[in-house]
């Protein structure tokens, strides 16, 4: 009985192992929330964007977004490009909206492509 009390112990402890491993991330992540947005303005925390394409988001095309792309990965870039940002779905309320825990940004077109 104590053999069969370990074994599931053991099972268990390495069931919740494997599932509190982080996944590997493609080029574009889908899972969680995100838009596109064109770079109107760049900020020392981040940059100023305007939403071109909503995605899953809660953003309207047009709306100002400030994005945090202070994070590792985070490709070079400047006023004019588009770059798809995938967030965990919460906004700070201020005057434009900011984004603070994003997870990805990729180099787009205006429609989310890479």
């Given at each position: 009985m104590k053999k069969l009390i370990s074994v599931l112990l053991v099972?268990?402890?390495l069931i919740a192992i494997c599932a509190c491993q982080k996944k590997p991330e493609g080029?574009?992540?889908t899972?969680?929330?995100?838009?596109?947005?064109?770079v109107i303005e760049i900020e020392e925390r981040g940059?100023?964007?305007?939403?071109?394409?909503?995605?899953?988001?809660?953003?309207?095309?047009g709306e100002r977004i400030i994005v945090n792309t202070n994070?590792?990965?985070?490709?070079k870039y400047k006023v004019g490009d588009h770059l798809r940002?995938?967030?965990?779905g919460k906004v700070a309320l201020s005057l434009p909206g900011q984004v603070l825990n994003v997870f990805s940004v990729v180099k787009t077109d205006a429609n989310g492509n890479p």
């Open positions: 099972s268990a402890c080029p574009l992540d899972e969680n929330p995100y838009f596109t947005g064109k940059c100023l964007m305007e939403v071109t394409n909503t995605g899953n988001g809660n953003f309207y095309v994070i590792e990965g985070c490709p940002i995938s967030f965990d």
